[in-house]
């Protein structure tokens, strides 16, 4: 990705919303995968409270989420036993 000429980025980590700018394939939303990284499903399901800005091509949805919608945020992931 660095070498595509985007600029810098962070990649958000799974159960911990952030706020700003988010671009998340639908695999990635639904499956948990984000770059090479597997995560339980619902890693980030915390984009559900919110309605995507724009889709990308057919499979990146963005999402602008607002400081004051994350302050003190965090989704717990699903308990062992939930699995």
């Known amino acids: 990705m660095s070498r595509m000429s985007l600029p810098p980025f962070e990649t958000p980590r799974p159960f911990q919303p952030v706020a700003g700018w988010v671009a998340i394939s639908l695999r ?12 339980s499903s619902g890693a980030f399901a915390w984009l559900s409270q919110t309605q995507p800005v724009a889709r990308i091509g057919k499979t990146i949805l963005l999402y602008y989420i607002p400081p004051r919608a994350t302050a003190g945020t965090t989704t717990d992931p699903p308990s062992s036993e939930s699995r």
């Not at 939303?29 to 995560?39: C, P």
């Open 28 to 39: 990635s939303l639904r499956m948990g995968d984000l770059f090479h990284d597997t995560y």
